[in-house]
């Protein structure tokens, strides 16, 4: 190590110090915890749902409180294209524009669902290729990750293909009437060409909660993974009621497991949990279902998103929604008046616990001394890891892999980048090789 390196390291250790010893002060945001989070080599991101026309001082809770918005409506096909062949990009390029202004972070929602499509949306694969191509490629660059396809499943946990029943919530998919499932892996391979960098995400609701739906879900998305589709990971929408359990959260965290094992992110995209009442006690039961989902998420080293669906309350779409199933009492984090709930410092009681278990056990990952294009950091996020040793593999068994790059990954420079360059990121992780060098 040279000596401006070691410099660099006493100083990180020192603000690393400093920062374990802050974590109780409860002042802090959560943007702020996350980036602490991250500085500790837990990639993690906390965000938010937002209208395009974001008032002033909604727009300040978001910009001090998060470190990535989606657009709520004005990325859908609805808002962007209306009439075929005709796009408007307003809505979607001010968030854009925001989220830079504010070194944020912006989650693309969504491309292909079959609700609230305008009339010419007609579900064949040409009409889906052509519209994610033009909207990936005008947003090329500037979006995180896309929630590629919404909602493919039932709750039983087949394929959206006809309607079941007449409940709307098992309703039809014009895509897979003109398509079958096979749309849902083609939507992804489009989505890679078009914006090979953004992480691609299948969402869904109650995949947390209807293990029948987590379980159909699962198998395609094994499915695609061993076939090399490219999927970066599973959003979880969470719109949850008030009978949520601990144990129901230890649930959840199993399934963030098991998706895990088969190399796959996970993230929250829509959290908004209904209060049992507004009262002291219930909006606090409220805020422990907040606490708890944090805590379980933010175990799983392969999560990376926790985000809420709207800001204030008074906002949020299931205080009138569309199915009386879905109403929900005060479901966000803040108030109609902006002012933090217990909802919301559940979720930072998590992020302060877990940043105190980092600082306190500090782990082999040496990432803070990691700058992208080190050898071994083959994702370029600042840490040399065992996500990089997975990469490389992945990548050896010709699997298609995003942000990876080759450069960095030939740690033992042979020239050749291979299952000895993932085996050697793996001891560096456990302190077994000291260092990367050519
Ligand atoms: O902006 C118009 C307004 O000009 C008009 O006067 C008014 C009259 O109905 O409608 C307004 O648009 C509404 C829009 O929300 C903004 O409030 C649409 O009708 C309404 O359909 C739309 O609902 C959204 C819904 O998705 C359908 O796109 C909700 O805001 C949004 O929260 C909800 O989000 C979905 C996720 O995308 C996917 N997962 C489930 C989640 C909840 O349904």
């Keep these: ?28 945001s959560l943007k702020s915890l996350s980036k602490q989070l991250r500085d500790l080599g837990r990639e993690f991101y906390i965000g938010a749902a937002v209208p395009s026309n974001l008032g002033g001082s909604d727009q300040n809770i978001v910009t001090t409180e998060f470190d990535i918005m989606t657009c ?20 979607g390029d001010r968030v854009v524009n925001l989220a830079r202004q504010n070194n944020m972070l912006v989650h693309g929602h969504a491309f292909v669902w079959h609700k609230y499509n305008p009339g010419w949306v007609d579900g064949t694969k040409s009409m889906m290729e052509e519209y994610i191509t033009a909207v990936g490629n005008h947003f090329k660059g500037q979006i995180w990750g896309w929630d590629v396809v919404n909602e493919a499943f039932h709750r039983d946990g087949t394929f959206r293909i006809n309607a079941i029943g007449s409940n709307g919530q098992d309703g039809a998919s014009v895509f897979g009437q003109r398509q079958g499932k096979q749309y849902i892996e083609d939507a992804f391979k489009i989505a890679h060409r078009v914006d090979p960098n953004a992480r691609l ?40 009621n008030p009978d949520f359990t601990e144990a129901m959260a230890r649930s959840f965290g199993e399934k963030l497991q098991k998706l895990a094992d088969i190399g796959l992110e996970s993230y929250i995209t ?70 933090k709930k217990p ?24 990432v803070p001394t990691a700058e992208p294009f080190d050898l071994g950091d083959c994702n370029h996020d600042n840490a040399i890891n065992i996500v990089d ?25 042979n ?16 302190n077994l090789v000291p260092a990367f060098q050519c």
């Design 1 to 28: 190590m040279g000596k401006k390196r070691k410099v660099i390291s006493v100083i990180v250790l020192a603000v690393l110090l400093l920062g374990g010893l802050s974590v109780t002060a409860s002042a802090q």
């Design 72 to 91: 709520e409506n004005d990325m859908k096909i609805g808002t962007i294209s209306p009439n075929r062949g005709q796009y408007n990009y307003s809505g």
């Design 201 to 240: 995400i299948y969402n869904d609701y109650s995949i947390s909660t209807l293990d029948a739906k987590f379980n159909g879900m699962y198998t395609a998305m094994k499915d695609y993974m061993q076939r090399g589709i490219p999927i970066t990971g599973v959003g979880f929408q969470m719109h949850l």
């Design 270 to 339: 829509e959290m908004d949990g209904g209060a049992p009442n507004t009262s002291t006690s219930g909006l606090e039961a409220q805020g422990d279902i907040y606490y708890w989902i944090t805590k379980v998420a933010l175990d799983q080293p392969m999560f990376k998103v926790l985000q809420v669906w709207g800001i204030r309350d008074s906002q949020n779409w299931r205080i009138n929604p569309d199915a009386p199933e879905d109403k929900a009492v005060a479901p966000l984090i803040f108030n109609d008046n902006g002012q």
């Design 343 to 366: 909802a919301y410092y559940g979720i930072q009681r998590a992020m302060q616990e877990k940043i105190e278990e980092l600082s306190e056990t500090p782990t082999p990952t040496p």
């Design 389 to 413: 040793a997975l990469l490389i593999a992945q990548n050896y068994v010709s699997l298609p892999v995003q942000n990876f790059y080759q450069e960095s990954a030939d740690v033992n420079c």
């Design 415 to 430: 020239g050749a980048v291979d299952i000895v360059d993932a085996l050697l990121i793996a001891q560096y992780y456990v």
